[in-house]
Structures are given as structure tokens and as C-alpha cells.
């Protein structure tokens, strides 16, 4: 059962513009949401997280959106540049847990 | 400060063989986590250990996967009989307690022939 879902498989961009990334998660018990970036042949690091008490959080050109009701976060990358090209993937965890929930994540190429 | 470092990068098998994963965590972390991602899916959780000690191993399947990490040395992910199913990326990550901050090593691309 895949508690947490990125429907967009791809994501193409020009270099300036904004990125938008969603993710949408079923189990009411996560309450920490976490965005890792991965490059090829590398392993996900750690981009930016989000509590459940809070509805955003910015760091430099990264914010992420929380929308509790809608099970819902979104990632905004504002502006886009070409080393920003990676696969996204969204995480969910309980604060008393450790085992990441993951989705498929999101490959996001950003044209010059 | 070396990050997480898993070996080999690149692991081919043939059906039947067994196949052994290493991870060395992080200089000062004594958490251990293993995650696989199959392709096309995200990372699933497998096995959570601390120093001689297997904590969760409900993300395991129950037969042909095992995994330690000794008083001694990486933590090993061993899967015995390889089947063409256990293709997969496999992930180390380490934390220094117990925690959801865990740091990822490169992964082991298995594949089975």
C-alpha cells in the first residue's frame, strides 16, 4: 500500500521558472514531511522538511507547502536553475517513528 | 567527515547465488536503516539495527534476506538464493540516535540474471 504518492513521474522546466512538485499522502498518523534529492548514482539527500504544526517552510530557493485537510505538500523551487535537475522524492514519517514512507518521486530536468 | 559508504556499487548475480551487501555507517552513527527501491517505486523500509542488535526487520521479506550489523565492522545485508525480483537499488542510511534525520549512502544496484 503506497501511503505516499507523486503522480507526476516528470517534470520539465525552463531555467528562471518556477518548479512546482506535489505530493499527496493517505495516513493521518505521519506528522513530519521530509523532500530528499537524488542524482544519479548517488544516494537521496536531505533538501528540506516540514512539521504538521506549521504550513510552510522556506530555505533559500526551497519552500514547502502543507495543506493538513487535503493530505497534501508541495515543493517550490523558485528560480530554477540546471544543477536542480535531479529526482525529488517526497517523505513521511511519525515523529515517534523512523521508517521513512516514501514516494516514486519526481525527476525534474531543467532546460537552459 | 566520510558520509555513508555501501559496497559494492554494482553487484550482478545469477540466479540462485547468494548476494552480500555492506554498509558502513557514518564516523559516530550507531543507527542503521536499510531501504530497497525497485524500479519505478520509491524507497521501502527493510530492516532498522543498532550495534549486534536487529530492532525492526518488519520491512523483510521473511525468507532469503538477512541482516547484522556486528560489535566489528559494516553492517551486512545478505540475501541468500537470488531471485530476478531482488533486482533493486538497496540503500544504506545511519543516524546518530534514533531519528528520521538519517544520512544515505550511494545504494548497491542489484541485478540477477
Known amino acids: 500500500d503506497q501511503q505516499v504518492k507523486q503522480n507526476s513521474p516528470s517534470l520539465s522546466v525552463q531555467e528562471g521558472r518556477i518548479s512546482i512538485l506535489n505530493c499527496d499522502y493517505t495516513n493521518s498518523m505521519f506528522d513530519y514531511f521530509l523532500w530528499y534529492k537524488k542524482y544519479p548514482a548517488e544516494g537521496p539527500t536531505f533538501l528540506i522538511s516540514?512539521?504538521?504544526?506549521?504550513d510552510k517552510n522556506e530555505d533559500g530557493r526551497f519552500t514547502v507547502f502543507l495543506n493538513k485537510s487535503a493530505k497534501h505538500l508541495s515543493l517550490h523551487i523558485v528560480p530554477s536553475q540546471p544543477g536542480d535537475s535531479a529526482v525529488y522524492f517526497c517523505?513521511?514519517?511519525?515523529?515517534?517513528?523512523?521508517?521513512?514512507?516514501f514516494g516514486a518521486g519526481t525527476t525534474v530536468t531543467v532546460r537552459a | 567527515n566520510a558520509g555513508v559508504m555501501q559496497n559494492p556499487r554494482h553487484l550482478v548475480r545469477r540466479r540462485g547465488q547468494e548476494a552480500r551487501l555492506r554498509c558502513s555507517p557514518m564516523?559516530?552513527?550507531?543507527?542503521v536503516y536499510w531501504y530497497r527501491q525497485l524500479p519505478e517505486e520509491g524507497l521501502k523500509f527493510m530492516v532498522y539495527l543498532q550495534k549486534e542488535n536487529i530492532i525492526d526487520e518488519s520491512g523483510m521479506p521473511k525468507e532469503r534476506f538477512s541482516a547484522e550489523f556486528p560489535k566489528e565492522g559494516p553492517s551486512i545485508l545478505r540475501i541468500q538464493q537470488v531471485v530476478r525480483g531482488d533486482s533493486a537499488a538497496y540503500f544504506c542510511a545511519s543516524s546518530p540516535h534514533l531519528s528520521y534525520e538519517q544520512y544515505f549512502g550511494p545504494g548497491t544496484r542489484l541485478t540477477v540474471t
Open positions: 516540514i512539521s504538521s504544526i506549521k
Open positions: 564516523k559516530g552513527h550507531s543507527h
Open positions: 517523505a513521511a514519517i511519525s515523529s515517534n517513528d523512523y521508517k521513512l514512507s
